[in-house]
Each structure stands twice: as structure tokens, then as C-alpha cells.
């Protein structure tokens, strides 16, 4: 029986899910699916139009009206391409702070089940495999060392390695402790360190956990 399936990838910034998510769709032709990119696409509407991030009801607005659309490469806020404007340290930032609102997750983890509602996809982010998709055929949490993900993130995007790391464990905690889906391993989920890895192993990893629990990109129903 055909029944799409959903590669849930889950993990803290730096530890390679984008990498590794967009090769593990490509090589299955599923969709690639960031979510984080969502969060930081309300942060950056929020930043423009000077919304608090403590003023939840005015952000959960921004998250129901705002028009999302993710290609592989790009992403699109009522639009405007948004790609690179989301990708500064200061988004970064404010994306995690926007992810605590209670409304702002109901509205973007709706769009998200939209998404993988119609096609296989390989969704990342921090609850895909806890709480968008927690039926989710694969669970990837891939992991790494706090002082190798700062450096990944230094290489990507320049910056101070001491101010960056700050910033990735500033970002790591509010994501683990905040209330509303934390960043959590689901208990079936497999866990990868990619510290020493590189990221072709990685994704010929997850492939093999993929074609194991699948045939022909089919879900194998029992
Ligand atoms: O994956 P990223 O660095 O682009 O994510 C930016 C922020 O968005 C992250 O610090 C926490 C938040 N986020 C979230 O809360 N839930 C997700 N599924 C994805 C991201």
C-alpha cells in the first residue's frame, strides 16, 4: 500500500539538519521542509514592524496571517524572498525568542502538518518527531559538541567564535526549556553525534534507516 512517509529530523543549531535534511530529501525526492525557517520568518516580520516579543497576542497574529512558502533553497514571507534577511545572528536570536509563544507554534505547526499532510518530507527542526509528526516513520535527533557546532556556524556565516558560541547556548537553552514543545529527543527517535562525522555519512546513515523502514520510498505497512 503507497502511504507517504515523513523523515522527522530534530536537533539543537550547528548540529547539521539543514545539510543533511536537504541531501536526505533530494536523494528520496521527498520535500524538504524547514521549520526553523518559519520561526525566523515571523521574527523578521515581527523585527520590521517593531513587535515586543513580549507581546504574544499582536506575534501569534503575525503567524496566522503570514503567507510561508519554503522552496529547497529559498524562503518566501508574503512574497518577498526572505532567504538571506533571515539569516543573520540578530533573526536567529529573535526567531527562538518568537518560539516560545504558546500561539505563534499552534499557527506555524498547523501550516507544517498542512505540508507533510500530501507528500513524503523530510521535516527539520526541534519538535517534528515530539510533537508535528509524533507518528513520524523515521526520528532522526542529530547532535553535536556545543564548541563544534559554533565553529560549523563560524564557517557558514563568519562571525566571533566566542560570540557565537554564547549565542548557540543562549539559543539552546531557551529552546530545551521553554514550556510549549521544547527541543526533546523522542524516545524512538535514533541518535547521531555528528561531531567527527562528515555530513555524506551522516546522510547515507539516515538513508540506510530510511530504505530500512521503507520500500521503494514506500512506507512498509505491517
Ligand atoms: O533551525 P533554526 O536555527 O533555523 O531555528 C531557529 C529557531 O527557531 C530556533 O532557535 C528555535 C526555533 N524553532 C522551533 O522552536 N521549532 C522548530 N521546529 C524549529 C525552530
Not at 533530494?26 to 524547514?34: T, V
Not at 539569516?87 to 499557527?107: D, L, M, N, Q, Y
Not at 558560541?165 to 531557551?174: G, L, M, P, S, W
Not at 530504505?211 to 514506500?218: D, E, F, L, Q
Amino acid at each position: 500500500m503507497e502511504k507517504r512517509i515523513v523523515v522527522a529530523i530534530d536537533g539543537p543549531a550547528g548540529a547539521g539538519k539543514s545539510t543533511v535534511a536537504r541531501q536526505v530529501a533530494e536523494r528520496m525526492g521527498f520535500l524538504y521542509i524547514d521549520t526553523g525557517a518559519m520561526y525566523r520568518a515571523i521574527a523578521l516580520w515581527a523585527h520590521r514592524q517593531g513587535t515586543a516579543f513580549d507581546d504574544h497576542l499582536n506575534l501569534t497574529q503575525l503567524a496566522l496571517a503570514a503567507d510561508i512558502e519554503l522552496g529547497p533553497e529559498q524562503v518566501f514571507l508574503n512574497g518577498e524572498d526572505v532567504s538571506t534577511a533571515i539569516r543573520t545572528p540578530e533573526i536567529a536570536s529573535a526567531a527562538s525568542k518568537v518560539s516560545v509563544v504558546a500561539g505563534v507554534r499552534r499557527a506555524l505547526v498547523e501550516k507544517q502538518r498542512a505540508m507533510g499532510a500530501r507528500l513524503s518530507v523530510v521535516m527539520e527542526g526541534r519538535d517534528i518527531a515530539t510533537h508535528v509528526f509524533p507518528d513520524a516513520q523515521i526520528k532522526i535527533f542529530l547532535d553535536a559538541a556545543a564548541d563544534v557546532r559554533a565553529a560549523r556556524r563560524v564557517d557558514q556565516l563568519g562571525g566571533d567564535i566566542l560570540a557565537v558560541t554564547q549565542e548557540i547556548q543562549a539559543r539552546d537553552h531557551r529552546d530545551r526549556t521553554r514550556t510549549e514543545a521544547p527541543l526533546l529527543q523522542a524516545p524512538d527517535a535514533v541518535y547521531l553525534d555528528t561531531s567527527n562525522l562528515p555530513s555524506d555519512e551522516v546522510v547515507e546513515a539516515i538513508l540506510q534507516i530510511v530504505r530500512a523502514r521503507t520500500s521503494n520510498g514506500k512506507a512498509v505497512t505491517s
